[in-house]
């Protein structure tokens, strides 16, 4: 069995490979839940849902976000009802006091859902409404992942990190503001820290500390918001330390692949390359790199074209995670 930990895309760009050489019944996917929201009621799990629709085959792999040819009537609806009625648009946060009653997996990213600021299909709505309807009725929010996961024919396990709310806010010179603000807003703000906001107050689930007991591996994720509120969740940092762990750098050497994790490593104190992930992840074992970042690392490294665009490169730098366990003495 291998654990692989996910974000939002680095992680679910490699999972093709590793179902096709490993066989999806031998992994594991726990997912970062950093990330999410409750949006107009809904409770949204972005990066669970990008595992969910890539390997339920129904993954728009343009945005890597929802359901491919998803339609979107009711987001439409909302913003036209919102514009016809004068109603303010773009992020609003529900009152203070509202953020930390009723139900706890909302904690800390409770949002309006006047004009909604994420765009939401229909399709994607319903897997939100079946989620949240499952929380209503008491079941955790593992229960109802693995609902999911069957709904979508699911042949790996995929495992929510926590089943307790933790939630990556981003302080700015503005004031702090969740990750999905400022994911999908202007950027303009000027980071100045991050916190993953009920993290010490969390714990892994069981099914998780069983999955960290196999080699894990961990993707071209972003260390700072796709891995970090997973190190926040105490024992999890632990586990990692005692286990076997190959990851992928994001880097090549200075270069990001894609996404904010530069601007993030910047602002939390880390230098913004493949030295300050390794850093970074001083649990980690061994190290996959791009053939062209000759950064040194003093642990076992497996040098190949990190890109993944599609499924033969996903092979590539599947072969070479493979390599860097059996560096480990794990033989898959």
């Not at 999955?211 to 700072?224: R, Y």
Request: net charge negative.
């Amino acid at each position: 069995m291998i654990t692989f930990l996910a974000g939002g895309t680095g992680t679910p760009k490699l999972l093709a490979g590793a179902t096709q050489q490993l066989g999806a019944d031998r992994i594991t996917v726990v997912g970062n839940t950093g990330d999410d929201i409750e949006l107009g009621g809904l409770v949204v799990c972005p990066d669970l849902d990008t595992v969910l629709f890539h390997e339920g085959d129904v993954l728009d792999t343009e945005r890597w976000w929802g359901i491919d040819g998803d339609s979107h009537e009711t987001n439409a609806e909302l913003h036209r009802l919102a514009e016809q009625a004068g109603l303010e648009t773009g992020p609003q946060y529900l009152p203070v006091e509202q953020q930390t009653e009723g139900r706890p997996i909302a904690r800390w990213r409770r949002f309006s859902g006047i004009a909604e600021f994420m765009t939401i299909g229909d399709r994607d709505r319903a897997v939100h409404i079946t989620r949240t309807s499952l929380l209503d009725q008491g079941h955790t929010l593992t229960e109802a992942t693995q609902v999911l996961a069957n709904g979508f024919g699911l042949e790996l396990s995929l495992l929510p990190m926590s089943d307790n709310p933790v939630s990556t806010i981003i302080n700015t010179d503005s004031g702090p503001i969740h990750f999905q603000e400022y994911w999908l807003g202007e950027k303009s703000h000027e980071i100045r820290g991050v916190e993953f906001r009920g993290s010490q107050s969390a714990a892994p689930t069981t099914s998780v500390r069983d999955a960290l007991d196999a080699p894990v591996v961990i993707g071209p994720s972003n260390p700072v918001t796709s891995i970090g509120p997973m190190l926040a969740v105490p024992g999890i940092r632990e586990a990692l330390e005692a286990t076997p762990v190959v990851a992928v750098s994001p880097f090549v050497e200075t270069t990001v692949f894609s996404g904010p994790a530069a601007e993030l490593m910047a602002a939390t104190g880390r230098e913004p390359s493949t030295q300050g992930v390794a850093e970074a992840y001083h649990f980690v074992d061994a190290f996959v790199l791009d053939s062209a970042d000759e950064t040194a690392l003093e642990r076992p490294v497996v040098r190949t074209d990190t890109r993944i665009e599609n499924t033969a490169d996903s092979n590539r730098v599947m072969n070479a995670v493979i390599q860097a366990l059996e560096e480990l003495g794990i033989h898959v």
